[in-house]
């Protein structure tokens, strides 16, 4: 099993930057994938980005050229760089992780974005 703790969220204005971190408890090597969603309110969670272990990297469109996603092995941490926030970049932000035992969930972080 291995828990995730997400951190980074926050207020921020629109056009501005924040930074995820999404810290594992333990090595992140056998993870064949991690990733975030994010969940807006009345709407279904959605994928925002993700990374493989071989680090192949998958974007929601809506964040194509705006975000990146990483993951660190040295720090067992995953981020997700976002730029060019925008207002409907509003949302609980999850991170995830999936190996052959199952998926794993952290707590969530608030990212608002205002206009």
């Known amino acids: 099993q291995v828990h995730l703790v997400e951190s980074g969220g926050g207020l921020v204005q629109a056009g501005g930057s924040l930074r995820l971190s999404c810290a594992a408890s333990?090595?992140?090597?056998?993870?064949?994938?991690m990733g975030w969603y994010r969940q807006a309110p009345g709407k279904q969670r959605e994928l925002v980005a993700a990374i493989t272990s071989g680090g192949s990297t998958n974007y929601a469109d809506s964040v194509k050229g705006r975000f990146t996603i990483s993951r660190d092995y040295a720090k067992n941490t995953m981020e997700l760089q976002m730029n060019g926030l925008k207002p409907e970049d509003t949302a609980v932000y999850y991170c995830?992780?999936?190996?052959?035992?199952?998926?794993?969930w952290g707590q969530g972080t608030q990212v608002t974005v205002s206009s």
């Open positions: 333990r090595s992140i090597l056998s993870l064949s994938s």
């Open positions: 995830f992780a999936h190996e052959y035992r199952g998926d794993y």
